[in-house]
Each structure stands twice: as structure tokens, then as C-alpha cells.
């Protein structure tokens, strides 16, 4: 899969994500904080985590799978982390 331009981004409620072709940067706009996603490949499996949250990490069979299950995964976790 060719590598994303660093530059390319999409927003989605709230959060920014940057992506590259190994790394996630997730800023949340209203917190103005940054979360970092590594997602690497391994044994046909895309694999990712955020470094700043644990527990947030996700398995899925495409990239694209991967990044969306993080997004949810990201979202449920620090609204989890407000109340």
C-alpha cells in the first residue's frame, strides 16, 4: 500500500487524524492534547495502538479496518476516561 502524505488529514467529531504510512497523530481539538496511533503489518494482519491511552489497541485484517476500529476505540476510551 503506497505511503499517505504526512500532510493528509480528516476530522471526525472532534478529533484531527494525521496520517503517514506508520504513524497516527490524533489531536483532539477542544483538549488541544495529541495522541499517537503506530499501526504496523504483521503476518496479514494490521496491527495498531495509541502510546498515550492503554488499552487502546486493534487488530484488523486492512488498514483502512485498522484506522476506524482505532478512531472508535480512541473515542470510547477517553470519553470512558470523562466520566
Not at 503517514?20 to 492534547?33: D, G, W, Y
Request: hydrophobic fraction near 35%; include cysteine; aromatic fraction near 8%.
Amino acid at each position: 500500500m503506497p505511503a499517505q502524505n504526512p500532510a493528509s488529514s480528516k476530522s471526525q467529531q472532534g478529533l484531527q487524524f494525521t496520517l503517514n504510512a506508520k504513524m497516527i497523530c490524533i489531536s483532539e481539538a477542544k483538549m488541544n492534547k495529541t495522541y499517537t496511533a503506530v499501526v504496523k503489518q504483521e503476518d496479514g494482519w494490521w496491527l495498531g495502538w495509541v502510546e498515550e491511552v492503554p488499552g487502546v489497541n486493534c487488530q484488523e485484517k486492512t488498514r483502512k479496518e485498522l484506522i476506524e476500529t482505532l478512531k472508535v476505540t480512541l473515542r470510547e476510551a477517553l470519553e470512558f476516561q470523562s466520566q
